[in-house]
């Protein structure tokens, strides 16, 4: 079993930052690829980002190429998601997941853990 904790959301302007941290507890969190996931109001859940288990491979959604970064701190049993140059458009609750196995996905199904999730507002 992994528990995820979500923390850093909150409400900024856009055009600025917010770093989303997700802290893991449980079963040994470096074997795990993490995600995180975002679901907009009134839209269903969507992929964001995702990193490996030694955090060596990242792969991002089209909307968030060159504005997001992924990274993770094995020591520290935590997943980061950085996000820059923020649009109004990624208002949304985010989600941080771990999936069983070390490669990573961008498919919701394949992450058997969840956090609680931490909304992000974006002003215009």
């Known amino acids: 079993q992994v528990q995820l904790v979500e923390s850093g959301g909150g409400l900024v302007q856009a055009g600025g930052s917010l770093k989303l941290s997700c802290a893991a507890s449980g079963r040994t969190f470096g074997s795990n690829a993490m995600g995180w996931f975002r679901q907009p109001p009134g839209k269903e859940r969507e992929f964001v980002a995702t990193i490996n288990w030694s955090g060596g491979n990242t792969y991002y959604a089209e909307s968030v190429v060159g504005r997001f970064t992924i990274s993770r701190d094995n020591v520290k049993d935590t997943v980061y998601l950085e996000m820059n140059s923020l649009k109004v458009e990624d208002t949304a609750v985010y989600y941080c997941?771990?999936?069983?196995?070390?490669?990573?996905?961008?498919?919701?199904?394949?992450?058997?853990?969840w956090g609680q999730g931490t909304q992000v507002t974006v002003s215009s």
């Open positions: 997941a771990a999936k069983l196995g070390g490669s990573g996905s961008a498919m919701s199904g394949e992450y058997y853990f």
